[in-house]
């Protein structure tokens, strides 16, 4: 819980016969289509109902339609109907539930929530997993319809399960105390004849196991079983490939119920699926799956011409031997209004390339989760790396208060299972940048393009992983990559292209990457030539325009950690200068506190020590400069109190302590006899 997460909508359900004029109608506004059609879900007839709650899930899928719907107290009109007689019913209203917690954002879900969806959704969840009445809908009308009612209204209503505890703490304590494992591992079950139900249920499961220590004591042998089982299982699909993922990471989430005795092997059985989903070209996938769809598509086209000329043929022949009346246009034969002749084309191909990067990301995402013994949110993360108060130059591997310095939480068994799984090399590959030619044809198909900002959000993930690799572990886990050759790497992502990136979300990424980077090879003494000067400025200049603070606060880091390298070596003053100035700058100007003090933090990094850097201090007036800033920097501590979380004030105070002690220090070099011969 607590991540991002993209919208799932279910598939609009189309109204029945009869019913397509006033769906029309509906879209007038003037109309009010959301009284009209709350109106109508109490309607005797189950095929008005059905068409209400169908036309109610496509509308909920804009947001502007959605505050309508809740003024009208849409949840309360559409949760009773969760265990409406009509199995139709029940699906179409669960969709579109479904939809509103997708759509509608964390204050939706807690307000669904507290308008008590909760009763009837667990009621029909249990339900389905008895088995629901068989005798609601007719073994031929089953057959007809070619359709699962009892999976396929689970399936709607572990999604909405889903969203609902994704957002809201109320929703997971309910989870827990209702006994809702029990039919989610029931349906995750089902992952040999219904893998999308299993699917769904494992996203759900993963998101109610994240940080829930209440729900551990629910998990015995049996259930484990269950997991065990699905993880095993032998289908090679992508859709097979990502619910393995997914359950490896429920697995991940209630390792505090392993055996001590277990947990290398369960972590070696986890780290072996993330390294079969991250193995596969996910470029290459789509280039060989549209080459599929194109030859599939082709061959129901032939097909159909072909079966129409014989049906043609046919007809003639009967009509010749024995003089069978026409059917008179207008009339319907039998079977043209079934649903499925209204259902959208088969896009098989691309959900399997949908569920393969799915599970590339989950992966990457759990991976992050082993790197780190804490799970700090992005903005705490980056605040957390001020220098030691006592010593400016002091490494932050031995502050024991940096989250991000945190060292390595696996054990060696398991770190050599993340060597043999060669997980390091992999991840380093995902930070490539997309293949152009699966890029061009996302590009040129409007149904495949969704796919360009997964593949975007798999190589920021990638970064991320790479970031953490490179802060928590030894030069042995990065599989044989030297710093330098990634170095190299990084340099070409961010400056292949004639102009810098400008998405804030790769620009975090590879920022963060790139300063882990640079923190790493300063530690270890080891000198960077793959990001020039003139490249390395272009980019503090580029991020400083950034409306992300992550991006700010990992650009003056990173010229921070350049400065202090500087500050060793010999005729860096001018260098140093520029440098001194232009953190001086970010330090007094900038609106976020939080970035603030990391500029000072990296300026204590720069002016710390050296003869260079007492020089450059002295030319730029560092002192006096710092002097003043002071109580502006206690006020703007005063004043935002409020808008800071306790952790980011901690740190905040820190910066402040260490302001003054660098005062005292840089005074005390002003009256070494050295420096005040320089200065006259």
Not at 336 to 349: G, T, V, W
């Amino acid at each position: 819980m607590g991540k991002s997460r993209g919208r799932r909508f279910r598939q609009v359900p189309f109204s029945p016969a009869g019913l397509e004029q006033r769906c029309h109608e509906g879209d007038d506004p003037d109309e009010e289509p959301a009284a009209e059609l709350l109106e109508k879900v109490q309607h005797p007839s189950a095929e008005v109902r059905e068409y209400a709650c169908a036309s109610i899930s496509k509308l909920l899928q804009e947001q502007q339609a959605i505050p309508a719907f809740l003024q009208r107290d849409v949840v309360r009109c559409l949760g009773p109907l969760l265990m409406d007689y009509s199995l139709a019913v029940r699906e179409t209203a669960a969709g579109a539930l479904r939809n509103l917690s997708a759509c509608g954002g964390f204050e939706v879900c807690d307000d669904m929530v507290s308008k008590d969806i909760m009763t009837p959704l667990v009621a029909l969840l249990k339900e389905c997993s008895t088995g629901l009445d068989a005798n609601q809908l007719s073994p031929e009308k089953r057959i007809e319809m070619d359709k699962n009612y009892i999976e396929d209204i689970a399936n709607e209503a572990i999604n909405l399960l889903w969203n609902v505890c994704e957002c809201s703490s109320t929703a997971v304590h309910i989870f827990n105390k209702e006994g809702c494992l029990e039919a989610v591992l029931l349906y995750m079950k089902k992952f040999s004849t219904n893998v999308d139900l299993a699917i769904s249920a494992a996203n759900c499961l993963q998101a109610v196991t994240e940080d829930n220590p209440d729900l551990l004591y629910s998990f015995n042998a049996s259930s484990q079983q269950v997991l065990e089982t699905v993880m095993l299982c032998p289908e090679s699909t992508m859709k097979h490939i990502l619910l393995r993922t997914l359950t490896a990471g429920i697995i991940w989430n209630i390792k505090g119920t392993i055996p001590p005795g277990s947990l290398g092997s369960m972590v070696n059985a986890i780290l072996k699926i993330f390294s079969e989903s991250l193995a596969i070209d996910a470029g290459e996938t789509i280039i060989r799956m549209k080459e599929a769809e194109k030859n599939r598509l082709k061959l129901a086209v032939e097909g159909e011409t072909e079966e129409n000329m014989s049906d043609v043929t046919e007809n003639c022949v009967l009509s010749e031997d024995y003089d069978l009346e026409e059917i008179p246009k207008g009339k319907v034969k039998k079977g043209e209004n079934d649903i499925s002749d209204f259902l959208p084309p088969d896009q098989r191909e691309l959900k399997e390339v949908t569920a393969l990067l799915m599970a590339q990301q989950t992966a990457l995402e759990i991976i992050v989760n082993m790197c780190c013994s804490e799970d700090p949110s992005d903005d705490e993360w980056e605040e957390l790396s001020s220098s030691d108060e006592s010593d400016f130059m002091e490494n932050s591997y031995n502050d024991g208060s940096g989250l991000l310095m945190s060292p390595l939480c696996l054990s060696d068994e398991v770190n050599s299972a993340f060597l043999n799984n060669l997980i390091p090399k992999k991840i380093l590959e995902k930070t490539a940048f997309p293949n152009s030619v699966a890029l061009d044809i996302c590009m040129h198909n409007p149904s495949w393009k969704p796919l360009i900002k997964k593949l975007n959000a798999v190589q920021c993930r990638a970064l991320t992983c790479l970031q953490n690799i490179l802060l928590v572990s030894d030069m042995d886990c990065l599989g044989g990559a030297s710093l330098q050759s990634i170095a190299q790497h990084l340099s070409q992502l961010v400056f292949a292209k004639m102009e810098l990136p400008t998405d804030t979300e790769f620009l975090e990424a590879v920022t963060s990457a790139l300063r882990a980077l640079l923190q790493t090879m300063a530690s270890k003494n080891i000198s960077q030539q793959s990001v020039t000067p003139e490249q390395l400025w272009t980019l503090c200049e580029a991020g400083m325009n950034s409306s992300s603070a992550s991006v700010k606060v990992n650009i003056v880091s990173i010229l921070g950690i350049s400065g202090s390298i500087l500050a060793k070596g010999q005729d860096t003053a001018e260098k140093l200068k520029v440098i001194g100035k232009f953190l001086l700058e970010v330090a007094m100007k900038e609106s976020s506190l939080v970035v603030a003090g990391e500029a000072l933090d990296a300026l204590f990094d720069v002016f710390a020590d050296g003869k260079e850097a007492e020089k450059a201090a002295v030319e730029i007036r560092l002192l006096p400069a710092l002097k003043e800033f002071q109580p502006v920097f206690k006020m703007r501590m005063r004043k935002g109190k409020g808008k800071y979380s306790t952790d980011q004030l901690c740190v905040l105070d820190n910066v402040k302590m260490n302001l003054r002690r660098f005062i005292a220090y840089q005074e005390t070099l002003g009256k070494s006899p050295t420096c005040n011969s320089e200065e006259l």
